[in-house]
């Protein structure tokens, strides 16, 4: 068990009842003041359990003209869900 903290919202704040699939687009500004008027930081081992929480989890994509970043995530992370995947 670990004391690591990690930034969730109630699901009902990010996602309506039924969800969707791929990358969301509209209200999006809705959406971050939303993240930030309910999120708040609780322990990781609790949110990984619970489902009525959605963690928030920041991307950042980089592209240099026609190039992307791309990385490969090695073993030495933590969460060993992501070990040798890729993330761009």
């Known amino acids: 068990m670990t004391d690591e903290q990690v ?3 109630p699901r009902t ?16 500004r ?6 930030g008027r309910a ?5 990781r081992d609790a949110m990984e359990r619970d489902a009525a929480f959605k963690q928030v989890i920041p991307y950042l994509v980089l592209r240099d003209g026609e190039r992307w970043f791309l990385m490969h995530r090695t073993k ?6 992501l070990h040798d995947r890729w993330s761009i």
Do not use: K
């Not at 809705?30 to 993240?35: A, N």
């Open 76 to 81: 030495a992370g933590r969460d060993e869900r």
């Open 7 to 9: 930034y969730v919202v």
């Open 30 to 35: 809705e959406l971050v003041d939303g993240i």
């Open 39 to 43: 999120g708040r930081f609780e322990p």
């Open 13 to 28: 704040v990010v996602m309506p009842t039924d969800g969707w699939h791929g990358l969301r687009t509209d209200a999006v």
